[in-house]
């Protein structure tokens, strides 16, 4: 196992805390820190985390959805994702509700397959991606509103989803980083998947 980690780091003081905008997702706060004994000023997006899935079918099609996205104004290809913004629930929750929920799927086995931040300059937000295989299809189909009512699915093949990647066709960073890790760990024989109970990498912000 590689010995390169990232290194929580605690010791800076908060000294000003303070709400300046109050979203319906998300919060900006600007907050004076204490870094090594001057204080700085920093202004980011207060987010709850997220969880996305890339699930994988015996023939190793990956699931993609896609969607108008505004603010970048394209209907961009995704793997299934959602907010941890619900009271109580784990992430491994979440993703298996997101995937029913997006694409009226089922899966059998889950796995830890990477996290990341999403912005770690201007927002908290950490993104978990699991690995669902042993797909079927759920009982009911979800009842879909606003830009979800109009996602288009496909199952595209893991190899050709890399090459997409690497010729720039794809943009969404969970679908990016999602293909990548998969891709490195079908060819390590999937002995880089993690419980997926693993401890999430970063504060959780309640709403």
Do not use: K
């Not at 997220?50 to 993609?64: P, S, T």
């Not at 907010?83 to 491994?92: A, H, M, V, W």
């Not at 997101?98 to 397959?113: G, K, P, Q, S």
């Amino acid at each position: 196992m590689s010995e390169l980690r990232d290194e929580r780091e605690d010791g800076h003081a908060v000294l000003r805390s303070e709400r300046v905008f109050a979203g319906r997702v998300w919060d900006v706060v600007s907050e004076e820190v204490d870094l090594d004994g001057s204080p700085v000023v920093r202004d980011f997006i207060r987010h709850t985390g997220a969880v996305a899935v890339l699930a994988l079918d015996d023939d190793e099609r990956v699931l993609l959805i896609r969607q108008y996205r505004h603010p970048i104004r394209r209907r961009d290809w995704e793997i299934p994702a959602g907010l941890l913004d619900r009271d109580g629930e784990s992430p491994i929750d979440a993703a298996r509700r997101e995937l029913a929920e997006e694409a009226d799927l089922l899966a059998e086995r889950w796995d830890h397959l990477i996290d990341f931040y999403s912005s770690p300059g201007g927002s908290s937000e950490a993104v978990r991606i699991y690995l669902a295989r042993g797909i079927s299809a759920a009982e009911e189909e979800f009842a879909r509103v606003d830009e979800e009512a109009r996602i288009e699915r496909r199952w595209v093949p893991l190899d050709e989803l890399v090459q997409a990647a690497l010729h720039r066709g794809i943009g969404n960073p969970s679908l990016l980083i999602g293909s990548f890790a998969a891709h490195a760990a079908r060819d390590a024989g999937w002995a880089t998947l993690g419980p997926v109970d693993a401890p999430w990498p970063a504060p959780r912000e309640e709403r």
